[in-house]
C-alpha cells in the first residue's frame, strides 16, 4: 500500500463536497438506524458514557469540573464562617459530623482538612479540567479543522482517569483521621506522619498526573499534525496556542510531581525515609525511621510542578479572553505575533522560577538572587500579553454583552493579581509577606477574578455553540455584577490582612495576633458574608444554565458572528463524530473583523474565500466546496 | 480507509493516523510516542535529580558494589541491550513483509524481558534474605523504588507486546502499516526502558 493512498481519500473530499455531504447524511442515519437496532441501552453507553468524540469528552470534563469548583466553593464557604465568627456554632456546620464540628463548632483538625481539600480540589479537579479538559478539548480540534483529537480512545482514558482520580479525593474525607490536612502543598514532614487521609491525597494525585499526561500528548500531536490545509502556525486562534504551550507545561512539569508522590508514598507506605531527616521527634517520641532525608527535595520537586502549573491555570484563560475580546471589539487582536511570541516565552521561562516559592527556606542568597531575577524576568510576558489585550481594545467599537463583561473585567482582575505578585518575588519584601493573607490575596486575584472569571466568559460565549441555544442576557448580567462585587469583598481586604501580618493558615482567622487583632476583627465578617453573597449570585448562573439547555430560545450557528472555524465553518452543535461535513480550508488569520478587502460584513471567516457566496450561518460547507472547485 | 476503519464500528478517520504528515515527517503515534517519553526523562530525571541530592546530603552513603549482585546485574544489561536488538529486528521484519519472523522476534523480546525479571527476582529476594528492605536506609529506598519502577515499565513492556505477539496481530491481514507503526512505536518505548536500566546499573551498582 503507497502513502499516497490516503491523500487521495483526503482530495476526493475536497473535489465532491455536495455528494460527500449526501454520503454523511446518509451514514449519520445508517448510523442511527443501526444504534436502534443494536439496542438502546449499549448505545447510550457508547455514545454517553465512554465516549471518543472529543466534543462529547469535553462536556463530560465541564459538568464535572464544574460541579467540583462548586464542591471546592462550598468547602471554602463553611471555613469562612469560622473565620468571621471563629468558635460560633453553626447548624450548617452539621454537616460535617460529630466527629469535624462537634455542636456545630469547626475543629481546627476538620478546618486543616477543608484549607487542603479546597487548595486541591479547586487547582486539579476543578480549574485546570475545565480550562484544559473541557474548552481545550471541545474547542480546538474545530478550531484547526480536525475532525476530532489525534488519539480519540486515549482522550477517552484521560477523562476516565481524571474522574475515578477525583472520586478517590472525595472518598478520602471518609478515610480514617479524616481526608489530607496537610495544605494543597502537602509539605513533609507533616505530611509524612498525617493520617491515612494523606495516602488517599497521594493515590488521587497519581490518576490526576496520568490524565494530565496522557491528555497533554494528545493536545500537542493534535495541534501539530491535525491541523487542516492553510492553517499555518501564525493563523492559529490565539486560544489554541494558549493550549499548546499549556500542554507543554502540563507534559513536562507533571512527572516531577509523580516522582515526588512516588517518593511520599514509599516513605508513608514503606516506611522509608526521603522526607524525613534523621531524629525527627514526633509527639515527644523519636520517629522510628532510617532518617536522613530532605524535606526540602519535597518542596523543590513539588514547585518545579506547581509554579508552572499556575501558568496551566491563567495561559488557557487568557486564550479565551483573547478570543472573545477580538469578537466584540469587531477588531483583530493587537499585536498577535508579540502574543505568540510572549505566551511561548512565559511557558519556557516557567520552568526556571520555582524556588521563589522557597525564599524563606534557608536556600542562600545565591539561589535566592538567582530565582528573584528569573521571577522579573517572566513578568515581562504577561506584561505584553496583558497589554496587548488591553490595547486591543482601543478604538473597538465594544459590544457589552455576558462574555465581554467577564472578559473586560479578566483585565483589572489579572492585573492586580500580577502586580501584588512582583513584592512576592522579590526576596526581602518576601520574608515580610510570605505565608501571609498577602500571598491568599495576590493568587486568588489571578485564579478567581482572573481564571474563574475568564471560564465564566467562556461558558457564557461558547454556549450557543455546544447547545444550539441562548442564554439569558439579564440573569448572565445579574451574575456578573454580582460575582464582580462580591467577589473583590473577599479578596481585597486580605491584602491589608497580610500586610498587618496575618498568617495564612490560621483556625481563628488571626484573632490571636496582638498585633492584627484589630484589622481580623474589622475585615473578617465582611468578608465571610462577601463570601456568602458570591455564593448567592451563583444561582443565577446555575439557573440559567439549566434553564437555557431545556428552553431556552435556538441561537443561529454562528451566533457571535465570528471568524474561527468553530463557528464559522460548522453547524451549532457541530455535526456528529467529524465535526465538519468538509474539512475546511483556512485562507487568513483568525481575527480579520472589519476588514477593508472585504465590506458585505464585518467578519471574514478563516476559510471565506472572496467572492464566493456569503459566509452565512452553517453556510460554512458550501464555501468550502466552493473553494474546492476553484482549486480544481 | 481499510476494512479496519470501517469495520463495525463508525468511526472517523484521523489525518496522519499511518502515514506520515508531510511537512512534519511523522505520523500522529510516533510524534506521539517521543512526547510520552520527554515527560519519561522528566520522571525518571526528577528520580535520578533525589538521588543525588539525598547522596550529597549524607554522612555515610552505602556502596551499592559491596553488597549488590554485580555480575547478575552485569547480565541483565546485556540481556535488556539484546532485546533492544531483537525488536528492531522485528520492526525491520515486518517491513520487510515477514509477519512469522516478526512474531518469532517479539516473542524472542519477551523472553529476554521475563528473564529480566526473573534476575531481578532473584536480587530482591536475596536483598530481603540478607535483611535488606526499602526502610533500611535511603539507599536501599532508591535501590528498590527505581528498579521497581523500572520493574513497572518492564512488565508494562511485555504486557503490550504480548498483546500484538498474540490477538493483536490480526491487524496485519486488515491493516499491514498501522501493524508495523505499532511495534516501532512499542520498540521506542522499549528502547527507552533498556536506556533507563543503563543508567540504572552504574549508578546503583558502580558507584
Redesign the interface.
Known sequence: ?A?K???R??KEWMYAGDAEKLLREA?RIQ?EE?ARHEGHKQSFIRKYVFS?DHKWIGIQYGFTALCFLLFGFSLMLLMRLQLGWPGHSFSIMKILGESRAPGGILLPEAYNQLGAMHGTIMVFLAIVPLAVGAFGNYLVPLMIG???M???R?NMASYWCYLPGGLVMLASFAATGGTAQSGWTSYPPLSDIATEGQTWWLIGMIFLITSS?LG???F??TI???RAKGMTWMRLPFFVWAQFVTSFLL??????L???G??QL?DRV?????FLPSGLVVSGTKLA??G???PL?WQ??FW?LAHPEVYVLILPAMGIIGEIIANNTRKPLWGYKSLVGAVGFLGFMSFVVWAHHMFMTGMGTVISAFFQTTTMIISIPSVIILTALLMSLWGGSIRFNVPMLFALAFLPMFGIGGLTGLPLGLAATDIHLHDTYYVIGHFHYVVAPGTIFAMFAGIYYWFPKITGKKMNEFLGKVHFWGSFVAINGIFMPMFAQGLAGVSRRLYDGGLQYHHAKEIAAATNPFMSISAWTLFAFQMPFILNFFWSIAFGKKAEANFWHATTLEWAATTSPPLG??NFAVIPVVQRGPYEYSSPEYTETDYLPQHHVIGAPPATAGGGMLTAAAVAQREA | ?DAHAHAAE????????????PD?G????K??IW??L???V??????FS?YI??RT??MNWPRGYTFLNIPLATANTFILIASSVTVVLAWANLRLGNLKLGRIFITITIACALLFLVNKGIEYHHEFVEGR??????FM?LY??LTG?HGLHVIGGIVVFAYFAGPGAKMWHTD??RYTNRIEIAGLYWHFVDLVWIFLFPTLYLL
Open positions: 500500500m502513502p493512498r490516503q491523500l481519500v483526503g451514514m448510523e443501526d471518543i480536525a475532525p476530532d489525534a488519539f480519540p486515549l499526561l497533554s500528548v494528545n500537542i500531536v501539530i499534525q491535525l507534559l513536562l512539569a507533571f512527572p516531577p509523580e516522582a515526588a512516588i517518593l514509599m514503606a516506611h522509608t525515609s526521603f525511621v532510617a536522613g532525608g530532605n527535595l523543590h520537586l518545579f463524530h467529524g | 480507509m463508525h468511526e472517523i478517520e484521523i489525518p496522519h493516523a499511518v502515514y506520515p504528515r512534519t511523522l505520523y500522529n503515534g510524534l506521539g512526547l510520552f520527554a515527560s519519561e522528566m520522571l525518571f530525571g526528577a528520580l533525589s541530592l539525598l546530603g549524607s528492605s526499602p526502610s533500611t536506609n535511603n529506598a528498590f523504588t519502577l499491514r502499516n
